[in-house]
């Protein structure tokens, strides 16, 4: 027990070290570490009120208002602290336990110096190889902020998956895979096959890629702008007529295919270890992909070469996906299967999306309505990629990404919306307003003298 008292404390000096060597001045500091046992959880949390919001809090703990912290009254806070939490695992709502508390005088609270440390463990009922873990805490909301994180387990049985918090991290959803020994891989060579594939958490990394994609607002908005002039042809320098059915399916399946084989061959090369780029630059160039995408849906910038331009930054969106991949610490072998069912799960997401988004956009190429959500399309991804591409050089936040997530939490009702737009868009005029064509039918043969004064490679 003593390993793991040491492990929280060191993880608590090295991601809130220094706190308490400023007075705090206006917020409630509550920092959470969560430490990860079998079947069990034990978390530390520290809590530092600023100065302007400690008489609060020592109100609330000294209920006698006498100026002294009783252990009943420290007792009573500690509780109420616990309270305050939402603690779920798998679904399933279960109560912390008090460990222990400190408090500190009422004098150095008031200084904004006091720490307050309440220790608690959460047992786990026994559960499914894959366990989600979720932590909301809920004290005195209007003055705080909040801080959460896990220890990297010691146990190797235990390893996480994935980390997920909410804007400001008073919600915290942890993913983790809790294996059996390494031993019961043994066994008949009918259950081998299984059993491997749970020791590599085959379904987990699965749906991580799945996730990643779900969650990854960029990668989705380059695949999305990338498909937003695939139904259409390409006439000079501007954007015309729709293409035939069969045409704009072969072209979004290429864009598709290319995006994937490019993504998979710097995901395998950098999660060997063969390819090594740091975080910031790979960032930036996703950025500048979206842009440059969103440049050619507005003008024709490489028309015919969409699949190319897809594998050429399939390559750089794979470092970053090679990047959460890296992040769970899988041996070398591992990462072969690893690999494949994070790969797996990235191109299902891929693919739901597209054939969500997909119907869509070929029934409004065909009307006057798709110029509106082309250029409107583009514009936005445009704008997001700038600001993206500003806030990643420069470090700083920016309001992007709060906007383009809350779309994105929204995009089912967005997809469903835009089918039934498309749907109505059938009953408009069918003559497009692209180029300087009109056309009123497709299967209508333009007129002999525009052929005439047409070259033979705008034929084409």
């Not at 004290?139 to 049985?157: A, G, I, T």
């Not at 029934?363 to 514009?379: D, F």
């Not at 992007?400 to 009702?413: C, R, S």
Request: aromatic letters at 8%; glycine letters at 6%; charged letters at 15%.
């Amino acid at each position: 027990m003593r390993w793991k008292n040491t492990a929280i404390a060191a993880a608590c000096f090295l991601l809130f070290g220094g706190v308490a060597l400023a007075h705090r001045v206006d917020e409630y500091l509550q920092a959470t570490i969560i430490s990860l046992q079998a079947n069990q959880a034990q978390a530390s949390m520290r809590l530092i009120p600023g100065v302007l919001v400690a008489p609060s809090v020592i109100d609330a703990i000294d209920r006698n208002h006498d100026g002294v912290f009783s252990e009943s009254e420290q007792r009573a806070y500690a509780q109420r602290v616990l309270g305050d939490l939402s603690i779920t695992i798998d679904g399933k709502t279960i109560s912390p336990q008090l460990i222990s508390w400190s408090f500190p005088a009422a004098a150095q609270m008031r200084e904004g110096l006091g720490e307050i440390q309440i220790e608690y463990s959460v047992e786990l009922p026994p559960g499914a190889q894959h366990r989600a873990l979720t932590l909301a805490n809920y004290h005195l909301n209007p003055s705080s902020v909040y801080l959460m994180n896990v220890v990297v387990p010691q146990d190797p049985n235990i390893r996480i998956v994935a980390q997920k918090r909410n804007e400001v991290q008073s919600v915290y959803e942890l993913d983790y895979q809790q294996t059996s020994a390494v031993g019961a891989l043994s066994g008949s060579s009918t259950g081998r096959l299984p059993a491997w594939l749970n020791h590599i958490q085959f379904a987990s990394l699965f749906r991580l890629g799945m996730r990643h994609i779900a969650e990854g607002t960029d990668h989705l908005l380059f695949l999305l702008v990338l498909l937003l002039p695939a139904p259409l042809l390409a006439i000079g320098s501007r954007w015309n007529r729709p293409a035939s059915i069969h045409r704009g399916l072969l072209r979004v399946l290429g864009i598709v295919t290319a995006f994937t084989v490019g993504h998979s061959i710097t995901l395998t090369l950098a999660a060997m270890n063969l390819a090594h780029v740091r975080e910031q630059p790979v960032e930036v160039l996703i950025a500048v992909s979206i842009l440059v995408t969103a440049a050619h849906a507005l003008r024709p910038l490489f028309p015919g070469k969409e699949a190319w331009i897809a594998a050429f930054f399939g390559l750089i969106h794979g470092l970053a996906f090679a990047a959460t991949l890296d992040r769970l610490g899988l041996a070398r072998w591992e990462r072969v299967a690893g690999i494949l069912a994070f790969n797996l799960g990235i191109e299902t997401m891929q693919m739901i999306v597209v054939a969500v988004i997909l119907p869509s956009l070929m029934l409004m190429s065909r009307t006057r309505a798709y110029p509106v959500i082309q250029v409107g399309g583009a514009v936005f991804a445009g704008v997001a990629s700038l600001g993206w591409i500003v806030g990643r050089l420069l470090d700083i936040p920016t309001p992007v990404d709060t906007i383009v997530e809350a779309i994105a939490h929204h995009a089912l009702w967005a997809a469903a919306g835009l089918f039934l737009v498309s749907l109505a868009c059938r009953y408009l005029p069918a003559e497009r307003p692209y180029g300087s064509h009109r056309i009123a039918q497709d299967t209508l043969l333009p007129n002999l003298p525009e052929m005439r004064q047409t070259s033979p490679r705008q034929i084409l």
